[in-house]
């Protein structure tokens, strides 16, 4: 008899989890899935499940520990509501290249169409976010079916469902395959080490070696080989440029990095992007390629694991499909120490300029207290192995350019989909995977709201994560995009505040609330020290702008005709960019100074 004869199909999926190296799952009970339930109750000490109070928040974690561990993310939800709310966040894993699985229950198998309770179409429902989507109809199904979507997540970097019938969950293996069906075929072996010819490498040293202003474009696909992406830097003498999701590839001090790109990015890495004659991109798919090279204007070599992802943002000459560390380690023999660093040498030169705007920025005294300040401060009291996860809006802008990543650290965010309320969920998974390392949420208080639930989540799990909550009461990056990409006056972003401290503690957290400027960094110390979960409000200015680092003609004009059809806070937001602009003008001939804090 076969190791599976006479188990439930249940108890088949969590035994096949496992030999896939799934050690934690996360979501929600109820009755279209409380077989499975059963089964990971039964195998606690094998794989830990982790209650959550909404299934959003368990697609979002299974994605951020997909992205912070390298592993297979897991989630599981209920019938019909409980997989639809898993859905936002298995996109955000789809948009994002992590591989994740979700296994759902759904209604009985003899009762599906039939308008029954919770009766959902799930296959239909989630064909468009899954590289694999099925149904396991009988036990004799249920080792090959999870053997399939865990592979094929882990190949094709997306997400794989199951939905189980509740019946069909509590149904044992009588070992009645049908005679194409062969016991036990299927195997739980997936090989990730891929690389291109090496005269396809060599073509593509060639490209790099004849560029003069060569340019490095580094994405999350570039994790893990930030080393090596160094090391090719300083052969080509070319400056790295980080996506957002790239962030944590370099460290931000590095004498190559110009920092990050778009709306969120630098002056150095926009006129570098201008400027360049070639461009690497490494595991990076960027999507506003309005802020890349022109077509035509640079020659284009692209790294990643993903064949399709290949010349979709630029139209590159060699595309070197694979893991994006190998290959670099055998492009670097290949390539010509490159000697005239004129190119490079400016972009330096650029960045220290641009750290000292930054600099003036994060070192404001003004009462609100600048977000800046915020992030900065928050910086400074980062460990050296912190996981920082940032939300949505405009405190992205602020953790993008002042949050300071160490090599060691972790980064992400929610990136191609940029859904708000991914942060808390983001640390609780950070947190539940490296319990011993520092788990930073940082976030504004539009999509802490969304999912806050989940701090009770943290509070149950005695998670000492700490949750940075620029309060503003507003959504202020919509009231951006209203203004400046449309000259709309702003209309719906306001909301009633919530007393961040209180709810931390009704939740049986810690809070902090930090209103005066002069007690930004001793209360953010002291938070940031506590050992349970924490929530740390930062009252800041809701008028400050999130500038892109190049303001073009058509941001001011669209701003200047939202003041002319009745911007409600006109003359506050003036005021607020004509001070911006005297401070930064001034950056270099004065200093700031805080009042001595007072007890």
């Given at each position: 008899m076969g190791e599976y004869e006479r188990m439930r199909t249940a108890d088949i999926v969590a035994e096949a989890l496992l030999d896939w190296k799934v050690d934690t799952i996360f979501g929600l009970p109820g009755d279209g899935i409380n077989g499975f339930i059963e089964s990971l109750r039964r195998r606690q000490d094998k794989i830990k499940f982790i209650l959550v109070r909404h299934e959003e928040s368990a697609a979002f974690m299974a994605c951020a520990y997909a992205k912070y561990t390298g592993k297979l993310g897991a989630c599981v939800a209920t019938s019909g509501p409980g997989a639809i709310h898993l859905l936002n966040g298995l996109y955000d894993a789809k948009a994002d290249n992590t591989p994740v699985i979700a296994v759902t229950g759904t209604t009985y198998s003899d009762l599906m169409n039939s308008n029954y309770q919770q009766d959902v179409n799930l296959l239909q429902l989630y064909s468009d976010v899954t590289v694999y989507n099925g149904m396991i109809s009988v036990p004799e199904q249920a080792e090959m079916a999870v053997d399939i979507a865990c592979r094929t997540a882990l190949s094709q970097r997306g997400v794989s469902h199951l939905t189980i019938p509740i019946d069909i969950q509590e149904k044992k293996l009588d070992g009645k395959y049908s005679r194409h069906n062969i016991a036990y075929h299927t195997s739980d072996v997936y090989s990730a080490e891929t690389i291109p010819s090496r005269s396809?490498?060599?073509?593509?040293?060639?490209?790099?070696?004849?560029?003069?202003?060569?340019?490095?474009?580094?994405?999350?696909?570039?994790?893990?080989?930030?080393?090596?992406?160094?090391?090719?830097?300083?052969?080509?003498?070319?400056?790295?440029?980080?996506?957002?999701?790239?962030?944590?590839?370099?460290?931000?001090?590095?004498?190559?990095?110009?920092?990050?790109?778009?709306?969120?990015?630098?002056?150095?890495?926009?006129?570098?992007?201008?400027?360049?004659?070639?461009?690497?991109?490494?595991?990076?798919?960027?999507?506003?390629?309005?802020?890349?090279?022109?077509?035509?204007?640079?020659?284009?070599?692209?790294?990643?694991?993903?064949?399709?992802?290949?010349?979709?943002?630029?139209?590159?000459?060699?595309?070197?499909?694979?893991?994006?560390?190998?290959?670099?380690?055998?492009?670097?023999?290949?390539?010509?120490?490159?000697?005239?660093?004129?190119?490079?040498?400016?972009?330096?030169?650029?960045?220290?300029?641009?750290?000292?705007?930054?600099?003036?920025?994060?070192?404001?005294?003004d009462k609100p207290i600048k977000p800046q300040v915020i992030a900065k401060a928050v910086s400074d009291e980062l460990e050296d192995n912190a996981i920082i996860s940032v939300d949505c809006g405009t405190n992205t802008s602020w953790a993008a350019r002042h949050i300071n990543i160490r090599k060691g650290m972790k980064f992400s965010v929610s990136g191609t989909l940029s859904s708000m309320a991914n942060g808390l969920p983001y640390a609780i998974a950070a947190q539940i995977a490296f319990p011993e390392r520092q788990s930073v949420a940082f976030v504004g208080d539009g999509g802490l709201t969304m999912l806050m639930g989940e701090f009770a989540t943290a509070v149950q799990y005695d998670l000492p994560i700490k949750v940075i909550v620029l309060k503003n009461d507003t959504l202020g990056m919509i009231r951006w995009e209203q203004m400046g990409f449309l000259g709309n006056p702003e209309f719906g972003v306001e909301f009633t505040p919530i007393n961040w401290v209180k709810f931390a503690e009704a939740c049986g957290g810690k809070g902090y609330d930090i209103k005066e400027p002069n007690e930004v960094k001793s209360k953010l110390h002291q938070a940031m020290k506590e050992r349970k979960p924490t929530i740390i409000e930062a009252y800041v200015d809701p008028f400050e702008p999130p500038m892109p680092p190049k303001v073009e003609v058509s941001f001011v004009n669209n701003l200047a005709e939202s003041f002319a059809r009745g911007q409600p806070y006109a003359s506050r937001i003036g005021l607020t960019l004509f001070r911006d602009q005297v401070h930064n003008i001034l950056k270099n001939i004065h200093s700031h100074s805080l009042k001595k804090e007072t007890d």
């Open positions: 396809l490498i060599e073509n593509a040293a060639q490209i790099l070696d004849t560029g003069n202003r060569v340019v490095i474009l580094v994405g999350q696909g570039a994790l893990g080989a930030g080393d090596e992406v160094i090391a090719v830097a300083e052969k080509l003498g070319a400056p790295i440029v980080k996506a957002l999701l790239g962030k944590a590839v370099i460290p931000d001090d590095s004498p190559y990095t110009t920092g990050g790109i778009g709306l969120l990015g630098t002056t150095p890495s926009s006129d570098a992007m201008n400027e360049a004659d070639t461009l690497l991109m490494i595991g990076t798919s960027f999507p506003y390629i309005e802020y890349l090279p022109l077509p035509g204007q640079a020659r284009g070599v692209q790294i990643d694991i993903k064949p399709e992802k290949i010349g979709l943002r630029y139209p590159v000459e060699i595309g070197l499909v694979g893991d994006s560390k190998l290959i670099l380690s055998a492009l670097l023999p290949l390539l010509n120490q490159k000697h005239n660093l004129e190119f490079l040498k400016s972009k330096q030169h650029a960045m220290k300029n641009w750290n000292n705007l930054l600099k003036e920025q994060s070192t404001r005294n």
